[in-house]
């Protein structure tokens, strides 16, 4: 089991180290609470975007798949530059990274709340938190830009660049998972689980929201509304205090006052070697963890496909728009019953973490091969129920492939 290889097992150890003070403690719980909100406005918003999927098709007169396009680049994003925030929680400590992530994660939703065209909206909700360096597009107003769409779009995107300096989603996934992972040792399934239940809660609560937001103050102010929003992130990231039972690297102004007396080859082998010390690019070599990595790689591939499309394809089935938010609602609710059980479970013993891993993604698969049932059958109630099996199995799956890092 994960949790029996953590370390802090003996009290000679947890006596040693402060950090391990906070294994399976009351501070540890905190950190759970502030896990559960920055899941929620991570993952959750991610799952409730398709909401807005139906709005932007129409506003934009764009197909279906350049929409897709804005979901799909964030979570490859948020996936891709992972490693990012492990390099710079490593370097520095995650409550500085993860506060940083949150203002991020909260700016490109206010600045995609302004944008002029789809291609503002892949550099802001797709890259979540890409900067504008030039914010000329966003002073004309939509009378304006409809005059001007032809002719200053193309100047617009050359003229910009864009300086992508902040990926937050990116930034506030990692390390808070890590920071939740390194308190917790016999409880740890059951923490990863508590913590990404905010993800179902706010699939719960998100899509109808989303869906009466969009209504009363159209998908602008929807967004400017979540931006706000996502600045919860901010004083979670200030609840983390960094594990102090080991010595933090050297900071970079010693090795750079060594290296003033060498030639310029020592300096850059010293930076080679934090690069490697922070990336921890020694997993690459591990066969366990390469295994690992490819089936999250292959199981990140479908996972998210229903959360985008769901919505969009029960209203193209025929249903309303509330009856189709209350899909993924009830996805979402199932999601959370899910997520709890199976960490409830596997503390518990009854079989082994790999073992049910295994079972519920098999499940999690099948349930997304039937979801076009649902339309060709034209039932809703038929929909509804393979939205809850998918919920609850994916909602299983996610508490448990975090908690079998090798």
Not at 74 to 103: E, H, I, K
Not at 255 to 272: C, H, I, N, P, Y
Request: aromatic share 10%; glycine share 10%; net charge positive.
């Amino acid at each position: 089991m994960a949790e029996a290889e953590g370390p802090g097992r003996t009290p000679g150890t947890e006596r040693q180290t402060p950090g391990a003070l906070a294994q399976d403690g009351s501070r540890g719980w905190v950190m759970v609470g502030a896990m559960f909100v920055c899941t929620t406005l991570v993952f959750g918003l991610i799952r409730s975007l398709g909401v807005f999927f139906v709005e932007l098709v129409q506003y934009f007169q764009e197909s279906a798949q350049a929409i897709s396009w804005i979901t799909s680049i964030g979570v490859a994003v948020q996936q891709l530059c992972s490693p990012l925030g492990t390099a710079l929680s490593n370097a520095y400590d995650a409550q500085r990274v993860v506060m940083t992530g949150g203002f991020l994660a909260s700016l490109g939703l206010i600045l995609a709340s302004q944008a002029r065209s789809l291609h503002h909206l892949y550099l802001t909700m797709g890259l979540i938190s890409g900067i504008y360096t030039s914010s000329a597009p966003i002073l004309y107003n939509d009378s304006d830009m409809v005059a001007k769409q032809h002719i200053q779009a193309p100047s617009i995107v050359k003229r910009n660049r864009y300086a992508v300096t902040g990926m937050g989603w990116a930034l506030v996934f990692t390390p808070i998972l890590a920071t939740v992972m390194a308190h917790f040792t016999r409880r740890r399934t059951l923490a990863v689980a508590v913590g990404f239940s905010g993800v179902g809660i706010s699939s719960f609560v998100f899509s109808p929201l989303f869906q009466y937001l969009l209504e009363t103050f159209g998908w602008r102010g929807a967004l400017l509304i979540l931006g706000g929003l996502s600045l919860n992130i901010v004083p979670c990231g200030a609840l983390i205090r960094p594990q102090r039972g080991t010595p933090p690297p050297p900071p970079p102004s010693q090795s750079v006052g060594k290296a003033d007396d060498t030639k310029g080859g020592a300096s850059f082998r010293d930076l080679l070697r934090r690069v490697h010390r922070y990336l921890e690019l020694s997993l690459l070599v591990h066969r366990p963890f390469l295994s690992y990595s490819l089936a999250v790689t292959f199981f990140n591939a479908g996972y998210f496909v229903p959360y985008v499309h769901l919505v969009a394809h029960s209203r193209q089935t025929g249903f309303s728009e509330y009856r189709a938010a209350f899909v993924m609602s009830v996805t979402g609710a199932t999601d959370i019953v899910g997520r709890v059980t199976a960490g409830w479970l596997t503390d518990l013993g009854c079989a082994r973490l790999l073992h049910m891993l295994t079972v519920w993604t098999g499940l999690t698969g099948l349930f997304i091969v039937l979801m076009p049932l649902g339309s060709v059958v034209g039932s809703y109630w038929l929909l509804l129920a393979l939205g809850m099996g998918y919920g609850f199995c994916a909602g299983a799956l996610t508490s448990l492939v975090f908690a079998a890092v090798p």
